[in-house]
């Protein structure tokens, strides 16, 4: 039988947790960010919306605070993100760079950058300089390598600009150009998914990685910006980033990412 001491104590716990649960929703805030279609990190139509918002959203949720994006064309997505009267604090997935305009949060993933090439015609080179022999593709808006992003920039590395991925490894596979600058995960995804047989045939992975670039949240540089970033960095120390990405791939890609 229990005891009228004992109920009391099971009463004021359980007060105790309601007034926990009540103050939490009482102080939970909505970052609001905005993204672009680039799976599987982000994309409206993925499941979760893709892995970046998912480690993103389990990180705020460590801290009581819950996460919303609006999907654009990439420019339009950094450009909203900072025009004054949206109710945006930022826009995300972003390699870092220097910038007075956005604060950067602590790492949400790594992104392996990466060339692709036609099979029939590999791209051979040591250093980034001896890719200037190639024409290369790129998406407009997106940050590559320093190196690499100064040299098209000057003029030594012919380059051509597209507006997605898709379209450079349709322009590799008939070989307009010699190679298109991806991230490599990217280009597994829009490969698994294509029909089109000449990019499943023709199309493969150089050897050489560009880089291994962290992604990051990019916050805008004003008091708002400023206590998201914080938020997110303490949600961040509680959650392990790369378990929450192999956990999503396995949920969701296991066929992509095998």
């Known amino acids: 039988m229990v005891s009228i001491y004992n109920l009391r104590k099971v009463l004021l716990f359980a007060l105790f947790g309601l007034l926990s649960v009540m103050d939490n929703s009482v102080n939970a805030k909505t970052l609001a960010l905005t993204s672009l279609e ?47 009267g949206n109710n945006y604090h930022g826009y995300f997935p972003e390699y870092e760079y220097d910038t007075q305009e956005y604060l950067f949060s602590e790492a949400i993933g790594i ?12 791209l051979l080179w040591q250093q980034v300089q001896d890719l200037n022999r190639y024409s290369l593709g790129v998406v407009d808006g997106y940050i590559n390598t320093e190196q690499l992003d100064n040299m098209i920039s000057d003029g030594s590395q012919k380059a051509e600009s597209v507006t997605s991925d898709i379209q450079n490894l349709r322009k590799v596979a008939v070989k307009r150009i010699d190679g298109a600058v991806i991230d490599l995960l990217v280009f597994k995804y829009l490969l698994h998914q294509t029909r089109a047989v000449k990019l499943k045939s023709n199309l493969k992975a150089n050897d050489k990685l560009l880089a291994n670039k962290w992604l990051f949240v990019a916050f805008n540089n004003s008091p708002e910006g400023i206590f998201w970033r914080e938020t997110l960095n303490q949600g961040l120390e509680r959650v392990d980033i790369e378990s929450l990405f192999k956990q999503y791939t396995q949920r969701h890609f296991t066929q992509v990412f095998d």
């Open 111 to 122: 992104s392996p950058l990466g060339l692709i090439e036609h099979k029939d015609k590999p």
């Open 38 to 84: 680039w799976p599987p990190f982000s994309g409206e139509s993925l499941p979760e919306q893709g892995a970046s918002i998912f480690i993103v959203r389990e990180a705020l949720a460590k801290m009581g605070h819950e996460l919303e994006v609006d999907f654009y064309p990439w420019n339009r997505a950094v450009r909203l993100a900072k025009k004054k």
